[in-house]
C-alpha cells in the first residue's frame, strides 16, 4: 500500500509563481517529513526536512507546512525559477528496526516557464 | 570520496543474465541503503547496511536479488536472471548513522533489461 501520498503528478507554473505540492499519509509512527529534489541523471537530493511538532519550516524560497492533524504537510516554492524545475519527491520517516526508515511519494514533475 | 559513486551508470542485461551493481558510499558512512526506482515513481526500498551488517532486506522484491557490503564500505547489488519488470534505476544513498534522517544518494544505475 501507498503510505505517503503525493498530488499532483505534474505541475507548470511561470517564473515568479507559487508551485504547491501536498503529500498525506496515514501512519502516525513517522516523526520526521523530509522533501528531496530530483534533476534527470541524477540521485534525489535532501531540500527541506520538518518535525511534526512544527507547524511551518522555511528555508530560502522554500517553505514546508505541516497539518499534524490531518495528517498532511505540503511544499511551497515562492519566486520559482526555471532552475526550480525537477522532480519533487515528499518523504516520511520512521525508525524501523534501530534505524531511520525513508518512505517517499510518487513524486511531481515541476516545470517553471520562463 | 565527495560523494556517493555508482557504478556502471547504465546497464543493458538480456533477460536471465545476472547484473552487479556498485556502491561507493561517502566515506565513513557506516549506513548504506539500497533503493529501486521505477520509471516516474518514487524510490522503493530494497535493503539496509550498517557497516557490514545487513539489518533489513524487507524490501528485496525476489530471492534473486541479493546485497553484500563485505568490509563495510563497497555495497554490491546483486541481481540473478535478471526478468524486465527488474528494469528501474538502482539508487544507493548513505548516511553517518543509521539515526540520521537526511540520506545522501548516488546517481543510480539505469537497468534495462531486454
Known amino acids: 500500500q501507498q503510505q505517503v501520498k503525493q498530488s499532483p503528478q505534474s505541475l507548470i507554473v511561470q517564473k515568479g509563481g507559487i508551485p504547491i505540492i501536498n503529500c498525506a499519509y496515514e501512519?502516525?509512527?513517522?516523526?520526521?517529513f523530509p522533501w528531496y529534489q530530483q534533476f534527470p541523471g541524477k540521485g534525489p537530493a535532501l531540500l527541506i526536512a520538518i518535525r511534526p511538532d512544527v507547524s511551518e519550516k522555511k528555508e530560502g524560497r522554500f517553505t514546508i507546512s505541516f497539518n499534524k492533524s490531518a495528517k498532511q504537510f505540503s511544499l511551497h516554492i515562492m519566486d520559482s525559477q526555471p532552475g526550480d524545475s525537477a522532480t519533487y519527491f515528499c518523504?516520511?520517516?520512521?525508525?524501523?528496526?534501530?534505524?531511520?526508515?525513508?518512505?517517499f511519494g510518487t513524486g511531481t514533475k515541476l516545470q517553471v516557464i520562463p | 570520496g565527495a560523494g556517493v559513486s555508482q557504478s556502471p551508470r547504465y546497464k543493458v542485461a538480456k533477460r536471465g543474465q545476472d547484473v552487479a551493481l556498485r556502491c561507493d558510499p561517502i566515506?565513513?558512512?557506516?549506513?548504506l541503503f539500497w533503493y529501486q526506482q521505477a520509471l516516474g515513481q518514487g524510490p522503493e526500498f530494497l535493503t539496509y547496511f550498517q557497516n557490514e551488517a545487513q539489518l533489513d532486506k524487507s524490501g528485496l522484491p525476489s530471492d534473486r536479488f541479493f546485497a553484500e557490503r563485505p568490509e563495510g564500505s563497497v555495497s554490491t547489488l546483486k541481481i540473478q536472471r535478471t526478468q524486465q519488470e527488474d528494469s528501474a534505476v538502482y539508487l544507493c544513498?548513505?548516511?553517518?548513522?543509521?539515526?540520521?534522517?537526511?540520506?545522501?544518494f548516488g546517481s543510480g544505475t539505469r537497468l534495462t533489461v531486454v
Open positions: 544513498a548513505s548516511t553517518s548513522a543509521g539515526t540520521n534522517y537526511g540520506y545522501t
Open positions: 518523504a516520511a520517516s520512521s525508525l524501523s528496526r534501530g534505524y531511520q526508515k525513508v518512505t
Open positions: 566515506s565513513g558512512h557506516v549506513s
Open positions: 501512519n502516525t509512527a513517522f516523526d520526521y
